[in-house]
Every structure is written in structure tokens, then in C-alpha cells.
């Protein structure tokens, strides 16, 4: 049986990006209430603007906007790697499990990473 991609939801990173947005909610509601509008607000941002990226990289006509949605959920991406390691040395951070949002991550961006490789443009 062929594997057709027909839409954004069929390629296996936009997938795991979409567990990787479950996995950071479900982190930052350990978080303490006064950082809803701090960390909390950006890590759910970064980790959204990751499958949003590619399903909008996905719809894109051209191979150029393709690459440059998927550039953008990767800076997303190194964002939220930033701002994981931010809560791991914060206080309320310290004692939290990264392992699940980890993997996840460094799944994702290797994905986005080898999806961006070979459309590199043709000089």
C-alpha cells in the first residue's frame, strides 16, 4: 500500500508536533499561576507555531514557501528547546519531568531539519 501525503496531517513531524504541543501544556499547568503570562505564554506559543508552520508550509504552492514555513516551525522549534531549559533551572522547574517533551523535541526537529535539507534553493 503507497503512503500518498494528501494533507498536513498525514506527514509523520506535523504528528509528533502535535504531541509535542499536548506534552507542553500538560507541563506548564504545573507551572505556578504567575507565569501564565511569562513562560507559560511562550512555550505554548513556540510549541503551536511548530505544526502551524508546517501546515501552512504544507498548503504553500511553492517548494520556496514550503522550505520557508518549515525554517520557521524549526526557529519555533529552538525557541521552545530555549525556553525548556529555562524552566529547568528556574526554581518551580527544578523538580518537573522533561523526558516526554525531550524525546519529543529532539524528534521533531531532527524531522524538520532532514525536511529542510533537500530543498535547499538552486543557486
Do not use: C
Not at 19 to 25: Q, T
Amino acid at each position: 500500500m503507497e503512503n500518498k501525503i494528501y494533507s498536513h496531517k498525514d506527514l509523520i513531524v506535523w504528528q509528533k508536533a502535535m504531541e509535542l504541543v499536548v506534552a507542553v501544556y500538560g507541563l506548564t499547568n504545573k507551572f505556578p499561576r504567575e507565569e501564565i503570562y511569562g513562560l507559560t505564554s511562550q512555550m505554548r506559543r513556540s510549541a503551536i507555531s511548530i505544526p502551524s508552520n508546517i501546515a501552512e508550509g504544507k498548503r504553500r504552492g511553492t517548494r520556496r514557501d514550503y522550505r520557508q514555513f518549515f525554517i520557521v516551525a524549526y526557529g519555533s522549534g529552538a525557541e521552545l528547546e530555549t525556553q525548556i531549559e529555562i524552566a529547568k533551572i528556574l526554581p518551580f522547574g527544578k523538580n518537573l519531568n522533561y523526558d516526554t517533551i525531550g524525546k519529543l523535541i529532539e524528534e521533531v526537529m531532527k524531522m524538520l531539519n532532514k525536511l529542510i535539507s533537500p530543498l535547499q534553493p538552486t543557486t
